[in-house]
C-alpha cells in the first residue's frame, strides 16, 4: 500500500498540469454541491420558520378585549377541525407590550399609542398547509373580526422556489459530476497509454490486475480528496463572508451562522464523496485500457 500511493504521488508530481487540471474540475463540482446544500439548509429553515409560525391572523375591533368564553369558543371551533396546530390569543395590552418592545427606541412613536387604540388577535397555524383555507374561513366568520391576514402565499412561494433550486441544483450538479468523471477518466487513460510498455512488461511477469491499478486508482481519490477539500474550503469561506450581510437580510429568522456540527457532516460527506468519485473514475478509466 505504502508502495502504491508514492507512486501516485509520483505520476502526480510527473504530470502536475494534468493534476491540476483534475483538481479544479473536482473542487467546482465540490464547490457547487457545497453551495447548494448550505442553500437548501437555508432555504429549508427559513420555510419552517414560516410553517411554525402564526400562518393566519384575525383581528378583532380596536381596544376591546374579547370575553373569555368567546376566545374559547373560537378555539373549540377551530380544534374541532383537527386542523389546527396551534392557537394564541393577543390581549390589547398584550398588543401595547409587543408594540413598545418593537418600538423602544422611538419615544415620539411609544406616545402616539397605547392600548386603547391597538386591536387584540387571534393567530392560529395549521397542522398542514393546504388547511390553512379552511381556518380562515371560520375565523373570517367571528363576530367583530375587522381583518384577517393570510400566509399561505409566502409558503407556497417558498415551498416552489425550493423544489425548483433542488431540480435545478440536482440537474446542475449531475452534470458537473459527469464532467468530471470524465476528465478523470481521460487524464487516466492519458497516462496508461504513456506507460502502455511498462505495463505490458509487468503483465508479462505476472503482475495482477489490481496491482498494476492500484497506483491510478490511488492517484484519482487523491484529486477527489483534495478536489473536494477545496471545494468545501471556497464554498464555506463565501458562506462565512456573506454571513453578516445575509443574518440582517433574515431578520428574526435564526439560520446563521451556520451550526459547527452542520459544517463538520457537509465537510465529511464532501471528502467521503470525492473519494469515492475519483475511485470509480480511475477504475472505468483503467478498465478500458488494462483486462483483469
Not at 465540490?30 to 420555510?47: P, Q
Amino acid at each position: 500500500m505504502p508502495n502504491t500511493i508514492n507512486t501516485a504521488f509520483t505520476q502526480i508530481r510527473r504530470t502536475p498540469y494534468q493534476a491540476l487540471a483534475a483538481v479544479m474540475v473536482l473542487a467546482l463540482t465540490f464547490f457547487a454541491a457545497t453551495i447548494f446544500t448550505f442553500l437548501f439548509f437555508g432555504i429549508n429553515k427559513v420555510l419552517h420558520y414560516f410553517e411554525s409560525s402564526p400562518q393566519v391572523i384575525a383581528f378583532f375591533e380596536k381596544g376591546e378585549d374579547l370575553k373569555d368564553e368567546d376566545v374559547a369558543n373560537i378555539k373549540r371551533q377551530l380544534s374541532d377541525t383537527g386542523k389546527m396546530a396551534s392557537f394564541k390569543y393577543v390581549s390589547t395590552r398584550e398588543a401595547e407590550a409587543i408594540y413598545k418592545e418593537k418600538n423602544k427606541e422611538d419615544p415620539l412613536l411609544l406616545e402616539l399609542v397605547d392600548y386603547k387604540i391597538l386591536p387584540p388577535s387571534i393567530e392560529i397555524s395549521a397542522t398542514d398547509i393546504n388547511d390553512l383555507g379552511n381556518l380562515k374561513e371560520i375565523l373570517a366568520k367571528q363576530p367583530k373580526v375587522t381583518d384577517v391576514v393570510f400566509y399561505e402565499d409566502i409558503v407556497n412561494t417558498l415551498s416552489v422556489w425550493v423544489n425548483n433550486l433542488r431540480l435545478g441544483g440536482l440537474i446542475l450538479l449531475g452534470y458537473l459530476i459527469i464532467q468530471s468523471v470524465l476528465i478523470l477518466m481521460l487524464i487516466v487513460s492519458l497516462k496508461i497509454l504513456a506507460k502502455r510498455e511498462e505495463i505490458e512488461i509487468m503483465r508479462l511477469l505476472g503482475a495482477s490486475f489490481w496491482f498494476i491499478a492500484g497506483a491510478f486508482i490511488c492517484e484519482g481519490a487523491i484529486y477527489g480528496l483534495v478536489g473536494a477539500v477545496l471545494g468545501f474550503i471556497i464554498a464555506t469561506s463565501f458562506l462565512f463572508y456573506s454571513t453578516p450581510l445575509l443574518s440582517g437580510w433574515l431578520g428574526d429568522i435564526s439560520v446563521l451562522p451556520a451550526p459547527s456540527l452542520f459544517l463538520i457532516q457537509v465537510f465529511s460527506i464532501d471528502i467521503f464523496a470525492g473519494i469515492i468519485l475519483g475511485i470509480v473514475a480511475s477504475v472505468i478509466g483503467v478498465k478500458r485500457f488494462i483486462r483483469s
